[in-house]
Each structure stands twice: as structure tokens, then as C-alpha cells.
């Protein structure tokens, strides 16, 4: 028993330092893309990113087959051969080729719908996305397996830098909307690059070993496209009912909304799957590995997006300017519409760990088939405020199926899932409230600097309250195992080592 002890606590610590790499490096990238947005929003107008947000959404579709669990599929095999890797790069290498073929095909077609024929050129550009996202080396995950992340972050921070100089340069010298083209292609080209650099692999092609992803294939390929379709329909749907400026306040505030979700949750896949593969014989251990890790990413990801939500409007007049405000109230309630989904998190690399992948095709299934009736007739009747309503009410009930499926996993009841982060929801209630009457108390700002001190007086205000209404609620709950016991143990030990 201590040696499993002994190796619990030296993967617990491994999978942490991972998911901090991990999550330092999502800081990095977006806080690139964040910079990338600003200075394209600030040099473009709304109807330039509502032109490319056609675009994209079709790209983002096709491309999301792509995004297919091979890596994770790979880190489950407890051997990895040359004929693994010669398969997973001819089945990327085949889905890159057959979406590109797909945009080509639909490219003409698609500027009818629109009436717009720039998309045909701008589908053209962007079908490069996808291709080079298929061949990057698939010995980059030999990485993750080690839980060494620092070159999936030495290559995410060079594709991103590259985005940004190509981007920003041809905005300011064309003024032209295929400046947010370029960056959406110059990321995946750098990294794909890189990718050989740190991972060298000589490309063969064959399907031998196709059928140890042939589960993950099969229902993944299905749940991924109808996610994709469930996550990219508000945008095609709005192209035909509102104009491109208005498609483009909607685009910016779902880019805004969506930066703490990814920095988050999508980017701990991967240590998290790590760490379910290895106590999945124990289902004690995997439902409570498990639960710790939802209520950690909700106590951190449910206070940032309050913070987005109340504070819409200054982080809108600071990061992307005056021209953006009907943004704003969009920022606010699309914040909110992302709440429900953070209370399963875990959720992927569990399913993934359970070979239980299919559970993410009747997820996204179900969304689909509550979604695409609300969303046509909110749409054409209600427009944005109609496509933020739908998006609230789909959220909730997805989220809640999810428990449900998690449930019938592990064993996690309902009201474990519901009531497991019940510090982080009281502690951002209280938070609220104070950010809230910190805004009345301060005078209006109109001018940058004055709305940035508002801005971060009001953060402050909202920081201090939920973290120190968290660790009271811990103490009083008798400091049970969690987020907030690793920070008092790692801010410990700094301050031993600075003492010492």
C-alpha cells in the first residue's frame, strides 16, 4: 500500500505540473491571440470580420473531423510502434485531403447562398488550415505521455507569433480583410514546421494498425462533425438574416467569450487523460479523480467568466475599442452561456478513458436536435438576442444530460456533480456583488484610463472577496482535499524556501 501511495501522489504531482505547463502555455497563446484580435479589430471594421466569419465557421466544420482523439488514442496504447504512427499520420494525411477537397468543391456554391463572391477565394485560402493540421508529426505525442509540455508550448507560441507579425502587417498595409486569412494560416504552417523539429518522423504511408482507432474513428469522427456543425450554426444562420456588421459584433464577442474556456478546460485533455488511464481499474479512485478535477476547473473557470460577464462593456471600450460597443451586451450573456458546460469539464478525457467516445456523438446529438428547431425560428424572429437565448437554454440542458452520462460512468450521483463546487458558487455570488456595487460607487469613465483604473479596481474589489470567501469556506469544511489545499501547500513552500 505505500508504494501505491508513493506512485498515486508522484502521478498526481506529474499530471499538475502538466496541466500549469499546459495552461501556462494556453496563457501564452491566447494572450497572443488576444493581442492578434485587438490589433485587427482595432485596423478592421465589423463587416470584415463578419465577411470571414462565414468563412471560417464552414472551414472550422470540416476541419473539426480533423480533430479527431489519435493522439489520445495513442497515449492509451501501452505500446507504440512505427506502424501506430505510419497510421495515424495516412489517416490525418486522408481526412486533410478529402476536407480540402470538400471546401473546394462547396466554394461556388456557398458564395451564391451568401451572395457574396469573396468567399469562394477566401474558402480557397483558408482549405490550407486543415491540410497542414493533418501532417504534423504524430511522435509529438510522446511528449504529452512523459507529461513534458514545453514543446507543444514552444510550438504553440511560434505559430501564434507568426500569426500575429503576418497578420498585423497585412492589416496595416492593405487595411484588407484577408489579414485574419493569413493568421488563421500562418499558425498551423509554423507549427506543422516545428512539429518535425522536435518529434522527427519519416512519413510512410499505411493503414496497418487502422483498426486501433477504429472505435475512436467511428464515433468521434461523427461527434466531432456534429459538434462542430451544433457550435458554427448561429454564425451561418446569421449571415442570412443580419447584416455583415452585425455578424461581426456577434463573431468578436463569441472570440472574447470563449478565450477562458479554452485556456482552461480544452488544454488539460491531455494530463487528465493521463491521469484517469492509470487509476481506471479502481473506481473509487477514478470517481474521485474525477470530481476533484471538475470542481477545480470550475473554481477557476466559473469567477473568470462572472468577471467577463459584469464587466462586458470596459473590457470591450479597452481591448477592441469604441466602434465594438454593441458588442459589449453580446460579451455579457454569451459569458454566462458558457457556465453550464465547466460543471463537466472532465468529461472528454474520462469518456476517452472509458473507450466510451461515443457518448461525445449522442451528446452532441441531442444538442443538435434541441438546437437546430430553437435556433431557426429564434433566429428569424428574434435575431442575436434570439441566438443568445437559444444558447443559454441549450447549455443548460446539454450540460445536464452530460451529468447524466457521467452518472451512469462512475457512479457520480446528480447532486455530488451539482453541489460539488458549492464554495466557487458561493464565494463568485459574493464576488459579484461586490464587483457590482464597486461600479456604481466609482464614477463613469469615458476616457482609456479611466475606464482601465475602473476596470481594475472593480477586479480587485472582486478577487479579494471570492478568494477570501474561498478559503474561509474551505477552513470551515475542514480544509478537505482540493484546489485550495495545492495553493496553500505550494505558497507554503515558497515561503519556507524564502525563509530557509
Known amino acids: 500500500m505505500p508504494a501505491l501511495s508513493q506512485g498515486t501522489q508522484k502521478l498526481r504531482s506529474l499530471a499538475a505540473r502538466g496541466a500549469i505547463v499546459l495552461v501556462i502555455a494556453r496563457l501564452i497563446t491566447r494572450g497572443l491571440d488576444l493581442v492578434t484580435l485587438v490589433a485587427l479589430g482595432r485596423l478592421l471594421s465589423p463587416t470584415d470580420f463578419g465577411l470571414v466569419a462565414i468563412a471560417m465557421s464552414i472551414v472550422q466544420i470540416l476541419e473539426a473531423i480533423l480533430e479527431l482523439p489519435l493522439s489520445l488514442a ?50 480557397f485560402a483558408l482549405a490550407a488550415a486543415p491540410a497542414s493540421r493533418g501532417l504534423i508529426s504524430p511522435r509529438t505525442v510522446e511528449y504529452a505521455i512523459k507529461f513534458n509540455y514545453l514543446p507543444s508550448l514552444t510550438m504553440d507560441v511560434a505559430g501564434k507569433c507568426t500569426a500575429l507579425a503576418a497578420s498585423v502587417s497585412v492589416a496595416w498595409f492593405t487595411g484588407s480583410y ?18 518535425y523539429c522536435f518529434a522527427p518522423y519519416r512519413p510512410a504511408f499505411s493503414l496497418k494498425e487502422w483498426r486501433t482507432f477504429e472505435s475512436y474513428l467511428r464515433a468521434s469522427t461523427a461527434a466531432q462533425l456534429v459538434a462542430a456543425v451544433v457550435w458554427q450554426m448561429d454564425q451561418l444562420l446569421l449571415g442570412r438574416f443580419v447584416s455583415r456588421a452585425d455578424l461581426g459584433q456577434f463573431s468578436m464577442a463569441s472570440n472574447l467569450a470563449v478565450l477562458p474556456l479554452q485556456v482552461l478546460v480544452n488544454q488539460i485533455t491531455s494530463p487528465l487523460t493521463v491521469a484517469f488511464s492509470a487509476v481506471k481499474q479502481d473506481p473509487d479512485r477514478l470517481r474521485a479523480a474525477y470530481h476533484k478535477s471538475a470542481v477545480g476547473i470550475m473554481t477557476i473557470g466559473l469567477p473568470i467568466l462572472v468577471w467577463v460577464s459584469v464587466n462586458s462593456d ?47 456523438f449522442r451528446l452532441n446529438l441531442a444538442e443538435l436536435c434541441l438546437k437546430t428547431p430553437l435556433m431557426l425560428v429564434a433566429i428569424a424572429h428574434y435575431g442575436i438576442a434570439g441566438v443568445i437565448a437559444v444558447r443559454l437554454v441549450t447549455a443548460t440542458a446539454v450540460a445536464g444530460y452530460a451529468m447524466y452520462m457521467v452518472r451512469g460512468f462512475i ?86 524556501r524564502i525563509h530557509a
Open 74 to 123: 495513442l497515449m492509451t496504447l501501452s505500446t507504440r510502434t512505427k506502424s501506430h504512427f505510419d497510421s495515424a499520420f495516412t489517416l490525418q494525411l486522408l481526412r486533410g485531403l478529402v476536407l480540402t477537397g470538400i471546401v473546394l468543391a462547396i466554394a461556388w456554391p456557398l458564395s451564391l447562398v451568401y451572395d457574396d463572391h469573396r468567399l469562394i477565394w477566401l474558402l
Open 178 to 195: 484577408w489579414s485574419i486569412a493569413v493568421a488563421t494560416i500562418a499558425s498551423p504552417v509554423t507549427m506543422l514546421i516545428l512539429s
Open 314 to 360: 470596459a473590457i470591450v471600450r479597452l481591448v477592441i475599442g469604441q466602434k465594438w460597443l454593441e458588442a459589449a451586451p453580446i460579451l455579457h450573456w454569451l459569458a454566462l452561456g458558457i457556465i453550464p458546460s465547466l460543471f463537466v469539464g472532465p468529461l472528454m478525457p474520462l469518456a476517452t478513458t472509458l473507450n466510451r467516445t461515443v457518448a461525445f
Open 411 to 496: 457512479g457520480l450521483s446528480l447532486r455530488g456533480q451539482l453541489l460539488g463546487p458549492w464554495r466557487a458558487a458561493a464565494s463568485v455570488a459574493i464576488a459579484t456583488a461586490a464587483m457590482i456595487g464597486a461600479q456604481h460607487a466609482i464614477s463613469d469613465a469615458n476616457d482609456m484610463l479611466s475606464v482601465a483604473v475602473k476596470l481594475a479596481a472593480v477586479s480587485v474589489s472582486g478577487a479579494i472577496c471570492y478568494w477570501g470567501t474561498m478559503f474561509v469556506l474551505w477552513s470551515a469544511a475542514g480544509r478537505p482535499d482540493g484546489l485550495e489545499d495545492h495553493i496553500v501547500k505550494v505558497v507554503g513552500g515558497y515561503w519556507r
